[in-house]
């Protein structure tokens, strides 16, 4: 017990991307175990929504080997290196799924149903891995990073990453997010982006929760950040 409010004091960088990435996941899976693969629309969907996850995959880990390794080799020597491996196996395991979900595209009949099958099995063992993969990240290496760095710092290392992002990048980060978090984490969000980003960046991403949250969720958000607005002016 007091290990956890200890370290839920910490600032933890892994939280919310690792949200998202779990989200997009679980939707991307079960939207290949139930999809028609004789169902031309749905097929094309189905298989944009696997190629869509497998970029995703690859810029997450990407980011992580640019931005979070070096920070943790640079103050505890090889504590990155096993995670660093298993991005290595990540990059051939997104190959994989890339090839077999243009193997699906290209067949016709049983053949693509057999294919499709196979997808889904594939995309499975991936997700399972990287759930796995995700959980050593937020307790192994916050371990380290919590004993290495000020929370400012692991805050800095987020900013610069966050940076680095490109239009799309920053677009599917904040489309699997957003309805991703607590209420309490989706209005910190958008409290520090109202500060720090271009007003339109704001807006822009303002108007795509309201598209993706309940209207409950979106309620609490709409009146949350009104009563920030009112703080802030007072
Ligand atoms: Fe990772």
């Not at 880990?61 to 660093?84: C, D, K």
């Amino acid at each position: 017990m007091q290990h956890s409010e200890q370290t839920a004091a910490r600032y933890d960088i892994y939280a919310r991307i690792h949200k998202a990435i779990r989200a997009m996941m679980s939707e991307t899976l079960t939207a290949v175990g139930r999809c028609d693969w004789h169902d031309r629309d749905e097929c094309a969907q189905t298989l944009a929504q696997v190629r869509d996850l497998a970029d995703f995959c690859f810029a997450h880990l990407t980011h992580e080997n640019q931005f979070l390794h070096p920070a943790m080799e640079a103050r505890a020597p090889t504590t990155s290196m096993a995670v660093a491996h298993e991005h290595v196996e990540h990059e051939a395991a997104i190959k994989r799924l890339r090839t077999q979900a243009a193997a699906v595209e290209m067949l016709n009949g049983d053949a693509r149903l057999a294919a499709g099958d196979a997808l889904y099995r594939m995309l499975a063992a991936f997700v399972g891995e990287n759930f796995l993969h995700m959980h050593d990240e937020e307790t192994r290496h916050n371990a380290v990073l919590w004993a290495t760095r000020s929370d400012a710092e692991i805050a800095g290392i987020e900013q610069a990453l966050v940076r680095s992002l490109t239009p799309v990048e920053n677009q599917q980060s904040m489309r699997w997010m957003i309805p991703a978090l607590t209420h309490h984490e989706r209005v910190a969000l958008f409290a520090g982006m109202r500060e720090h980003a271009p007003a339109p960046v704001f807006e822009g991403t303002l108007a795509m929760a309201r598209g993706l949250l309940s209207a409950a969720d979106w309620n609490k958000l709409d009146a949350a950040l009104q009563l920030d607005v009112e703080v802030d002016a007072a």
